[in-house]
Nanobody, 124 residues
Framework: QLTFVESGGDLVPPGGSLRLSCSTS????????IGWFRQAPGKEREGVSC????????SYKDSVKGRFAISRDNAKNTVYLQMNSLKSEDTGVYYC?????????????????WGLGTQVTVSS
């Protein structure tokens, strides 16, 4: 069963920054499109950002454009999500998965299962 390990979540004040990491020992992340998802309390899980495995292009949910940046380090087999200017509405558990598409929007997850995620809490 393919799973990912997410890390880097923390409690930060509004306006703060965090960098999340996504890794797996089961395959090379660089050849797949990888998406970051989040689930806020009482809400459905939503796609936040993705990076295309074919050409490295990136896509973002409108509410995080200009604040979040996704990247990958193939040597470390890790995908990152740099989050700046954090807002209370960014609070939630963040997960990463392979996605079926990453072109303008975050495609649905496929191949594998949800990991434990990493908790991001934005609060003063």
């Amino acid at each position: 069963q393919l799973t990912f390990v997410e890390s880097g979540g923390d409690l930060v004040p509004p306006g703060g920054s965090l960098r999340l990491s996504c890794s797996t020992s089961q395959f090379a992340l660089g050849v797949r499109s990888i998406g970051w998802f989040r689930q806020a309390p009482g809400k459905e899980r939503e796609g936040v950002s993705c990076i295309n495995g074919h050409d490295g292009s990136t896509s973002y949910k409108d509410s995080v454009k200009g604040r979040f940046a996704i990247s990958r380090d193939n040597a470390k087999n890790t995908v990152y999500l740099q989050m700046n200017s954090l807002k209370s509405e960014d609070t939630g558990v963040y997960y990463c998965r392979t996605v079926s598409a990453c072109s303008g929007t975050v495609g649905p997850p496929y191949f594998g299962s949800w990991g434990l995620g990493t908790q991001v809490t934005v609060s003063s």
